[in-house]
């Protein structure tokens, strides 16, 4: 027995923080199977009850029912709690209670804590109640604007919109589509006080936590000594981020401009309104506010393209992540050019990142196909949906086709799959790489196998 304590008491740690999210998904769909939690009194599924939990502690968003007819409020309470722990993490959130408690982390929480959030183990303590802070301050701001136009623009009493407005405050910080209404957003389409918010709340907790940490931090150093040094990894996350933004709004509105299911009978700003906010949403955000299922199947393409990359490293986006895409576009343009090396911002590219960015981008793109075949045999759905979904799923977005509304058991299955894989594995895959990461003290003979 003791073996077997000190065995999980040593585990490795990224391999601790995919059991916490195993076991918070767990405790999620036990409290969501009591009958409490069903508007009608009446014990959701198993299937039901474990999907929603996944999706909601993923912070994905995708659903198998409607949030707000089928859910009480006390199931809608436990959504809002998991998708709180899974955005800001469970070991993060975990140290964090430690640090405020008991004044102090163990080693070991420290290393599980950095395994989940990328953050050096000499910065965690002030990370963590930053962390904190940024998280409360934008959620309540957000919350703040919602409830008031909520309240003012569409008179619904004060209880009703200060409920609403924190519970899409809650999940636009965290990327979770989650919505209380069947249609999402759509009854907002042409409403800026409303989807901007929003969206601005989801670019925030989507560039990642070490990038807003670090621009505070700067800020403050800047104050002090007039210097200004960013790292590489806040360069490449803000520029890529801002360069798939604004490809991702260009596109949409190219592409969806005369659509009469989406864009076509709305006046010019709130076509551009509608293209910035799917783009933004497309992030892993997964609010939508028009038809994504009337969407133009180049649209449905761009968009996977999007929630396969997702957002920044650790914060509250899933998919690959932007460094991730930018790694291997940079690897690329290197080898067309000839260059020896990969470099970019003045720095040069360690070899193991490039390792590390192909594994995670070539394991993603396996789990997307493997699912997506799976499904295709499973439902009758045209296939740009079926891949709409699954990519969804795997990068934690939540926009949906409305496949996941017919899902059979066996294919909600392999969706809580890739959601947890899809939230959890990029985490702790490149954990497991960076601490395995060893030298060899010889070298095999070199032979170059013929490419193309």
Not at 170 to 194: E, I, K, Q
Not at 409 to 425: D, E, K, N, Y
């Amino acid at each position: 027995m003791r073996g077997r304590r000190r065995g999980l008491f040593d585990m490795h740690p990224s391999r601790m923080v995919a059991l916490a999210f195993g076991v918070a998904v767990l405790l999620g769909t036990v409290l969501l199977a009591l009958p409490v939690s069903a508007a009608d009194g009446r014990s959701a599924g198993l299937g039901t009850a474990l999907f929603t939990a996944t999706s909601a502690t993923c912070v994905n968003g995708l659903v198998v029912v409607d949030t707000s007819s089928y859910w009480s409020g006390f199931g809608e309470g436990v959504i809002i709690a998991l998708v709180q722990i899974g955005g800001l993490g469970i070991m993060t959130l975990a140290s964090l209670l430690a640090l405020l408690i008991a004044g102090k982390l163990r080693l070991r929480m420290t290393l599980q804590a950095q395994a989940e959030s990328r953050i050096g183990i000499g910065d965690l303590r002030v990370v963590l109640l930053r962390v904190a802070l940024i998280t409360v301050v934008v959620e309540l701001v957000t919350a703040v604007v919602l409830a008031a136009r909520f309240r003012f623009g569409y008179d619904e009493a004060w209880g009703t919109a200060v409920y609403h407005g924190a519970f899409h405050s809650v999940m636009a910080f965290n990327n979770a589509g989650f919505g209380l209404r069947a249609d999402s957003l759509t009854a907002y389409a042409d409403d800026p006080w409303v989807l901007l918010p929003i969206a601005v709340a989801v670019t925030i907790g989507g560039i990642g936590f070490p990038v807003i940490v670090e621009l505070l931090r700067h800020r403050s150093r800047r104050r002090a000594t007039g210097r200004r040094g960013w790292s590489l990894h806040l360069k490449l996350t803000l520029v890529v981020s801002g360069a798939l933004l604004a490809v991702g709004t260009v596109l949409t509105l190219a592409l969806e401009w005369a659509n009469p299911g989406t864009f076509g009978p709305l006046d010019t700003a709130d076509k551009v309104l509608g293209a910035f906010f799917h783009s933004a949403m497309a992030r892993t955000a997964g609010f939508n506010a028009t038809d994504t299922a009337a969407m133009e199947p180049a649209t449905l393409l761009m968009t996977c393209v999007l929630m396969f990359i997702g957002g920044g490293a650790a914060g509250t986006a899933g998919g690959i992540k932007v460094t991730t895409f930018a790694v291997l576009a940079v690897a690329m343009l290197a080898e067309v050019r000839g260059e020896p090396t990969s470099g970019v911002f003045r720095r040069t590219l360690a070899p193991h990142v490039l390792r590390q960015a192909l594994t995670v981008a070539l394991a993603g793109v396996g789990m997307v196909m493997a699912a997506t075949i799976a499904l295709l045999t499973m439902v009758d759905a045209r296939m740009e949906f079926v891949l709409f979904e699954v990519v969804s799923a795997f990068g934690t977005t939540g926009l949906s086709t409305g496949v996941s509304y017919d899902l059979p058991p066996t294919a909600q299955v392999i969706m809580v799959g890739l959601m947890f894989v899809g939230r959890i594995g990029p985490i702790t895959l490149v954990s497991a790489l960076a601490l395995r990461d060893r030298t060899r003290r010889y070298h095999l003979p070199e032979e170059r196998p013929i490419i193309g």
